[in-house]
């Protein structure tokens, strides 16, 4: 292996942050490519009240690669429980003023880079005002990723789409260009992954490149989305959405989870655990490496927070061992 690869992940969310978090530890070259489409909780309010670009993802990624002292970590997850500002995140609020003063995303992400000290490069990966749009097969359509998430539905996604279309950021492509691995997920297939695929040059730029990619696959479903998903349904979608373009690595938890747990999941989620239905090693042109990743903490939400958060997560440390194993074979 070469020294300090570099490594792009695509996603957004949680599951971009438990990424990061585990693989700043080694020595590797990171960028984070962050999805733009956002519009829940506090990111959706600031969005629509200042008319800034949605923070909360970009701020989730910075914080996981950041080695600036822990107060500074501490602020920005921190979120209001009351008054005004109740259900506000700090750093939401922070880049969002910064953004105000710049006039930029990009600037206030650069200022806000400086002042964590990441280790790596956080890019929005457009910087166009785009909304994300799905259309279902029983008719039923959405406009905002917030109406997307909150839809409990039967009927399956159709189609994906942006409103207006959105570019690239030229930042984006020359990271990709520059990938030595690029990691998917794990994250909600439809409102953290595909937004990004849906960017116009992102499909390109991936099918014309012999770029390893890694797809971490998610541990439950999510209700009104992925319901039934099995492994093989998520490979098939990003593979779909990257123009036909084939992944390289599959990542599955092997890892039983606590029963009261799942049926905590299915009696308020209505969501189950992803079932590895791949059969062998491979999966079209993909290796499958089944091994245990989940975390043993239970993550509790603050009681401030709107949105529904997953319970059951990947453990970053054994992530990222995972994953410096894969590039190490390179």
Known sequence: MKSNPNIVTIGGGTGTFVVLS???NYPVKLSAIVSMMDSGGSTGRLKDQLGVLPPGDLRQALVALSESDEIWRKLFTY???????????????????????????????????????????VIPVTLDNSSLCA????????????QIDEYFGKSKISKMFLKPNALINLDAKHAIERADYIIFGPGDLYTSLLPNLLVQGMPEILANLNTKKIF??????????????????????????????TLDYILVNNEPFDKEIVKTYKEVDNAVPVVDDIE???????????TNLLSNTVFKPSKSDTLKRSLLRHDSEKLAETLFKILSFK
Do not use: C, P
């Not at 922070?94 to 964590?116: D, N, P």
């Not at 039934?228 to 998520?234: A, E, I």
């Open 22 to 24: 585990g693989l700043k």
């Open 79 to 121: 979120r209001f429980e009351s008054g005004d500002l109740k259900g506000h995140n700090f750093g939401n609020i922070f880049l969002s003023a910064l953004e105000k003063i710049t006039g930029s995303t990009q600037e206030a992400v650069e200022y806000a880079t400086r002042v964590l000290q990441t280790r790596g490069d």
């Open 135 to 146: 259309v279902y097969e029983d008719g039923t359509s959405f406009d905002q990723e917030s």
């Open 216 to 245: 971490i696959s998610n541990l439950m479903t999510r209700a009104g989305q992925t319901d039934d998903y099995k492994v093989s349904d998520f490979v098939n979608k990003i593979e779909e959405y990257m123009m036909g373009e």
């Open 280 to 290: 062998g090693d491979f999966y079209h042109e993909a290796k499958v490496i089944r």
